[in-house]
């Protein structure tokens, strides 16, 4: 019973927006949508987090449909160093990363 | 500013050792938590402390104890290790109950040989 579901991987080229997907149809109404990322074996890095509307940082933006069953994650402007492994996850009292998306960003 | 900090980086250990893997934060972050991830998989909770005197069992929690010593420090023990155990550890840390904004430390490689 996978809380979240994501590609396994997917390519970008350089300075071109990422759109990564995460399904989350099972989520409840006041569940919180986060999003991390983990450059090669560090520890993973918060980006953004969501509930109904579209949030938008430094890092990125994040897309939540209105019945918020799916999200997308947007790296406007993709670089080299945002090769990384992305995680999708809910709230949960496990709070357990999934397998993520591995995003390689290529020149 | 350090955020979370983790001891050792990297540790080999035989067999039926024990050791305690180190973390603190200096974020006066309430919950702290331990992870372990296995090569090319996700994280997976071993335990977690929402508060000072508190922990609690997460996914994986056989073969391991943890203290929270202090509001800064939460420790791991592997009482006798044994080579299913290896992996990299992370700790982690965050401040609000709600919110599920984690800070992670740079992890410690542990093999068991």
């Known amino acids: 019973d996978a809380k979240t579901t994501q590609p396994t991987s997917m390519d970008c080229a350089e300075g071109r927006a990422a759109n990564l997907p995460c399904n989350h149809s099972?989520?409840?109404?006041?569940?919180?949508v986060y999003w991390y990322r983990q450059i090669h074996s560090q520890g993973p890095q918060y980006i953004i987090h969501g509930l109904k509307n579209n949030e938008t940082n430094e890092m990125a933006s994040l897309i939540i449909t209105e019945d918020r069953k799916s999200s997308t994650l947007i790296l406007p402007h993709a670089t080299l160093r945002d090769t990384a492994v992305y995680y999708c996850?809910?709230?949960?009292?496990?709070?357990?990363f999934g397998a993520g998306t591995t995003v390689t960003v290529r020149a | 500013n350090a955020g979370v900090t983790q001891t050792p980086k990297f540790q080999v250990l035989k067999t039926g050792q024990s050791m305690t893997l180190q973390c603190a934060q200096d974020m006066n972050h309430n919950s702290m938590y331990w992870y372990r991830q296995d090569p090319g998989m996700g994280l997976r909770l071993i335990y977690y402390?929402?508060?000072?005197?508190?922990?609690d069992k997460g996914e994986v929690p056989n073969g391991y104890n943890v203290s929270r010593l202090n509001k800064r420090e939460f420790s791991l023990r592997l009482e006798s290790a044994a080579p299913s155990q290896t992996s990299v550890y992370f700790c982690?840390?965050?401040?609000?109950?709600?919110?599920?904004?984690?800070?992670f430390g740079s992890g410690t490689q542990l093999s068991v040989l």
């Open positions: 982690a840390s965050k401040q609000d109950r709600v919110l599920e904004k984690l800070f």
């Open positions: 099972t989520i409840s109404g006041n569940e919180y």
């Open positions: 996850i809910r709230r949960d009292y496990k709070l357990s």
């Open positions: 402390s929402a508060s000072e005197g508190t922990t």
